[in-house]
């Protein structure tokens, strides 16, 4: 939703920290007291539909990401 609203007010580039998509395996958050098994269970589509916003958003919005990420290709 932060992507559209930055696209929105002629944003266009931004950085990303933390960025990393969600795993079905393995931890999802430095706390995994925060972990909730909903996003476990539709890791893979969200992360598909965040790949998906990301293509969409590529001409208009550049992206850096200062951490790892499974939307980096």
Known sequence: M?????????VHHAAC??????TVDGDNYYNSAMDYQIAREKSQSINQYVIDTLE?????????????SKYVK
């Open 2 to 10: 932060l992507l559209n609203v930055l696209t929105k007010t002629s």
């Open 56 to 68: 969409r958003l590529a001409g208009t919005l550049t992206l850096e990401f200062l951490t790892d």
């Open 17 to 22: 920290a933390g960025f990393d998509g969600y």
